[in-house]
């Protein structure tokens, strides 16, 4: 839910070096995340191609439709931020709660539907999600 739907609206003044010290160990954590999901993905679609493919090659026909989807990687999310805060002059960061939830907490509106996805092809992506409450 988000902090404002729940009536939440504060400010928190941060220091930028604490924040980027988190986002870069969020990215970390996120890029490792997806490179499993990422090999589980490509194992899983090449099982399934060479399986029609074989039934292919015994002459018989087979529909190429596959219904599983590569995972996303988010990691670009996590370099921006964290190049806008290398950028940053201020030593002092203003976040409202919303942005203190996705930068310090980890927990994008993207999270779950990201965590739910990916877990089809790492075990550790489905381990992490559900650590989080995904």
């Not at 203190?100 to 907490?105: C, D, G, H, S």
């Not at 539907?113 to 550790?124: K, P, V």
Request: with cysteine; proline share 2%.
């Amino acid at each position: 839910m988000a902090m404002y739907q729940a009536g939440i609206n504060m400010n928190v003044s941060v220091d930028r070096d604490q924040l980027l010290e988190t986002l870069r160990k969020n990215r970390k954590e996120h890029n490792a995340l997806f490179e499993e999901a990422k090999k589980g993905y490509c194992n899983k679609a090449l099982k399934a191609v060479q399986e029609k493919l074989n039934v292919l090659k015994e002459g018989h026909p087979v529909s190429l439709a596959f219904s599983f989807s590569p995972p996303q990687d988010m990691t670009s999310v996590y370099d921006t931020t964290i190049k806008m805060l290398e950028w940053s002059q201020d030593t002092k960061i203003t976040l409202k709660a919303d942005e203190f939830r996705k930068l310090i907490e980890d927990q994008w509106d993207w999270s779950s539907q990201w965590f739910s996805a990916n877990s089809q092809y790492s075990d550790e992506v489905a381990i992490t999600g559900s650590s989080k409450g995904y």
